[in-house]
């Protein structure tokens, strides 16, 4: 029952490294997610794939890019880190089938950025 | 920006009362979720109300809905310890498209055994 799982759990990075977030589901669902987290917030979208084949900017998608590698995988890039984007980055998915979906999250990636 | 707002943003209690957290949004909603986060860990989805329902009931959960209000709530009755963790509304809006959710800032329940 891994549900969705997410790569590397702890991250520590320098400005202007790159750095790719895995994340993988294995419950056959169409839709995937990338979320950030900072401090004492909600939760707010970056990217999301409603189908194999699709992306989509969030709310946030400014210093990221993402690739919806296949059905199971949908990975998110940090091309030059900035300090702004340490968070906390949560992987979800749904299945696509019909409105009225929850989702399914992942355990997060915690990021520094130095 | 967020679409749900949460009141209170935390909350203590006794092991064994009531905790009641309520939810406001802003535009036309399919559906409306709660979730659950444990310190540390991802979201847990707990219960699900559609636009066209008022009320739903799920073990000691039960979340209303007025669509008239653009307000929702949740209680959680005889709470117990395991019950501290931070409660996120989150809307899934008519406008939007691929079954996307918006969050809110949560709710920091803590249980006090």
């Known amino acids: 029952n891994a549900g969705v799982t997410q790569t590397p759990k702890f991250q520590v990075l320098k400005t202007g490294q790159s750095m790719t977030l895995q994340c993988a589901q294995d419950?056959?669902?169409?839709?995937m997610y990338w979320y950030r987290q900072d401090p004492g917030m909600g939760l707010r979208l970056i990217y999301y794939?409603?189908?194999?084949?699709?992306?989509d900017k969030g709310e946030v998608p400014n210093g990221y890019n993402v690739s919806r590698l296949n059905k199971r995988e949908f990975s998110l890039r940090l091309e030059s880190a900035a300090p702004s984007q340490t968070s906390v980055y949560f992987c979800a998915s749904s299945d696509r089938t019909g409105f009225n979906q929850p989702q399914h999250f992942g355990d997060g990636t915690r990021l520094s950025i130095l | 920006s967020q679409q749900g707002e949460e009141d209170p943003q935390a909350l203590s209690i006794q092991e064994g009362e009531n905790a009641t957290m309520n939810c406001s949004y802003k535009?036309?909603?399919?559906?409306l979720q709660w979730y659950r986060q444990n310190s540390g860990r991802g979201l847990v989805h707990l219960n699900l109300?559609?636009?066209?329902?008022r009320e739903k009931h799920s073990g000691r959960l039960r979340v209303t809905l007025d669509t008239s209000k653009k307000s929702s709530s949740l209680l959680i009755t005889a709470s117990r310890a395991a019950d501290t963790a931070s409660y996120f509304c989150?809307?899934?809006?008519?406008?939007?498209?691929?079954?996307?959710?918006?969050f809110g800032g949560g709710t920091r329940v803590l249980v006090k055994p």
């Open positions: 109300i559609r636009s066209n329902e």
């Open positions: 535009t036309s909603i399919n559906n």
């Open positions: 794939s409603a189908s194999e084949g699709t992306t």
């Open positions: 419950m056959n669902h169409n839709s």
């Open positions: 989150a809307t899934d809006e008519v406008k939007a498209a691929g079954n996307k959710l918006t």
